[in-house]
């Protein structure tokens, strides 16, 4: 079945530490997309790739980063630079705009 | 600037009606959503309309479209506890260098009561 695969479901992370969060999508969608999910703050987009090889900042890019070095795959990495990683992150991807988007289920990232 | 603005929480009693309403920016959004998220999971697409039409019904779900006022609204018909979710308004964003980006409301709490 076709779908996009978020993981870990759950992460973990000291302060001062980098982590990485997996995207994974076999749906041949060419555009990916990364958001934040804060609690009554609806979605806010970190990055987004329309294409392999070229990726564009979000609105909230400052203290992340990203690769798309294959159309199936867009990790995100949280770095230390980050001041407030502890949120809800979820993936999704696209064929074209007119069809709307495909969610992950998310990865709950919290700082310790 | 592209915006859209959900009120973020509504109750109901179970049977009832749910009408949750949308306002947004972008005059030229060719589609517009509504995705529904459960706790601790995904967005889900739950239903979407055309800019050309001003309403779409699908089962229990009701999509209104008011271009000249800007407006979406969903209404869920029989609204279980089942129904009780955030959902999410969206809106295409067109333009240059927009392609294929959508615009989400801050979502709204559906709270529904047994």
């Known amino acids: 079945d076709g779908g996009i695969t978020q993981s870990p479901k759950y992460l973990f992370r000291k302060e001062g530490q980098n982590v990485t969060l997996s995207c994974e999508q076999n749906?041949?969608?060419?555009?990916m997309y990364w958001y934040r999910q804060d609690p009554g703050q609806g979605l806010r987009l970190i990055y987004y790739?329309?294409?392999?090889?070229?990726?564009q900042k979000g609105d909230i890019a400052e203290g992340y980063s990203v690769s798309r070095e294959k159309k199936e795959s867009f990790p995100l990495t949280v770095t230390s630079a980050q001041k407030n990683p502890t949120a809800f992150y979820l993936c999704?991807?696209?064929?074209?705009?007119?069809?709307?988007?495909?969610f992950g289920s998310g990865t709950r990232l919290t700082v310790v | 600037g592209e915006d859209v603005e959900q009120s973020l929480f509504l109750s109901v009693r179970e049977g009832d009606s749910s009408v949750i309403n949308c306002t947004y920016t972008?005059?030229?959004?060719?589609?517009l959503y509504w995705y529904k998220q459960e706790p601790g999971a995904g967005l889900q697409l739950l239903t979407y309309?055309?800019?050309?039409?001003d309403m779409k019904q699908d089962q229990r779900l009701t999509v209104r479209l008011n271009k000249k006022d800007k407006h979406l609204s969903l209404r869920i018909a029989d609204t279980q506890t089942g129904d009780s979710a955030i959902y999410f308004c969206?809106?295409?964003?067109?333009?240059?260098?927009?392609?294929?980006?959508?615009?989400f409301g801050q979502g709204t709490t559906l709270q529904v009561k047994p």
């Open positions: 999704a991807s696209s064929l074209d705009s007119n069809y709307g988007y495909t």
């Open positions: 749906l041949n969608h060419d555009a």
């Open positions: 969206a809106e295409t964003l067109n333009g240059s260098g927009n392609t294929g980006k959508l615009i």
């Open positions: 790739s329309q294409i392999v090889n070229d990726f």
């Open positions: 972008d005059s030229s959004s060719t589609y």
């Open positions: 309309i055309f800019s050309n039409m």
